[in-house]
């Protein structure tokens, strides 16, 4: 398992608790913040990256 070190929330999450955590590396982690101990979902970075790329062109 990866450490909570590597994990961090967006900048727009603020405080809130009912967020989403990320871990950027070759593979990106993906996790709720309510339920840590439930494990992540994996995706290529790759992929990571394309998706934010097309979140922010529709932001």
Do not use: I
């Amino acid at each position: 398992m990866y450490s909570s070190q590597r994990f961090h929330k967006s900048s727009y999450s603020a405080n809130e608790s009912a967020c989403v955590e990320v871990a950027e590396g070759s593979e990106t982690l993906l996790r709720d913040t309510q339920h840590r101990e439930a494990g992540h979902l994996s995706f290529p970075a790759s992929e990571w990256a394309t998706l934010l790329g097309a979140a922010r062109r529709e932001a």
